[in-house]
């Protein structure tokens, strides 16, 4: 009897906390709690210094840069968290996906609306920055021995698109297409191709046009106007749903219609990698081999990543290496 007493006290404890949270949410007001990372203890005012990083994180990880080697610089700058201990994977993942910092109200994972609090990211950007981390294709994980290799999960399989990977064929190592087998390339050759084209397309005397903001016409404008507008669709439909004019089942067809809609359209809106900080240094040395050298593999696949698509088909038969098959598409 005690018992059952006791889980009834709990669970109307945790239902009348859940219907606290939610109305602070549907107010746009912050929950309580530590202070999240950016922001000063009364949750609304942006701390500037934390905002600058949270900037130049999603920068990074919209250039396709891993969050390790992020956190890790950001550790080695001193640049800790809000509790001021270094940054972990899970710790700066969760600070990244939060949509606070774009200035939205999020309730159980689902944007509820506009906070009463600014935006440190525009929206666009912080969408654009929860896709890349929520991406099943993200290639975050070193293969055997602790390395991800220059064109892993980059270089696709020019039969059947598939990513390509190193794997070990006897002695030597190549990039194989691992979903369905299609070719094999030695790794170490195609690699050094590759960095030579980077080297030189980045040695030409008109090499800073690369780092000029690409021109798309205002489609990226478009396609968040459109995204905004399937939102709102799906806010009606929800309160339609709440105010009792369509049925479960009825929302969970227009939800189901609307969602992948609204995942297609944030994509297209997504703003581009900003150019100049991934480029920039290189651009600007005197010697592109050897500042490309000097730069870690992380930053290496990204820019590899920003400049170009490489799409690998199978070589001509015979011994040696041939650079027969092997498109590069620059973007
Ligand atoms: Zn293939």
Redesign the pocket.
Known sequence: MLGATARYESEHKAARIRRKLAENAAAGKPHGGHRPYGWEPDRLTVRESEAAVIREAASRVLAGEPLRSIFRDLNSRGLHNATGKPWTHPTFRNVLLHARHAGLREHNGQEIGVAAWPAIVPPETWRAVRRVLNSPDRVTTPGRGGRLHLLSGIAV?G??G?PLRVGHSKSTEAYR?M??G??SRHRERLEEYVEAVVIARLSRPDAASLLAPEDDGGERERAAQAAERVRQRLDEAAASFAAGVITARQLATITGQLRPELAALEAAAAPPPDRASVLGELVSSEDVAQAWDNLSPDARRTVVRLLMEIKVSRGRRGPGFSTDGIEIIWR
């Open positions: 399989c039969v059947c598939a297409c979903a369905s299609c070719l």
